[in-house]
């Protein structure tokens, strides 16, 4: 068998991605990994239904934002109260794209991730 089980953004600064992900979506850290140096941390993230996880890494000595490239990959969620939300994410003003023809928007992260909200069909 495979499954999947964790997906996994670089951030810049946790506490800040972490406060986004709590406010945005409801994700709630599951379980940490610290490094005895001190140099890494990585924090998974939950959504408190599924097994699959987000993981945060943080790397301590990275000062310069990521390379995200075209940004031509993102995560997704099915959302069962999508109009709430939707404004929720509009008075977070991190909406970067939406897409009404297909029922679905965009937002993005502190560090430029995007993540695709699906409404539940």
């Known amino acids: 068998m495979i499954k999947f089980n964790h997906f996994n953004f670089n ?18 850290p599951v379980r940490e990994k610290e490094a005895s140096d001190g140099s890494f941390k990585l924090v998974y993230l939950g959504d408190g239904v599924s097994d699959f996880t987000l993981e945060l890494t943080w790397l301590r000595d990275r000062k310069e934002p990521y390379n995200l490239g075209e940004c031509e990959f993102h995560l997704a ?45």
């Open 77 to 121: 969620f099915h959302v069962d109260a999508y109009e709430e939300l939707h404004r929720r994410h509009q008075e977070m003003g991190c909406i970067c794209f939406e897409n009404p023809a297909m029922g679905i928007y965009f937002i993005t992260d502190p560090d430029g991730y995007w993540i695709e909200i699906v409404p539940e069909r």
């Open 11 to 28: 951030v810049l600064n946790l506490e800040k991605s972490l406060d986004f992900y709590a406010r945005a979506l409801d994700l709630k």
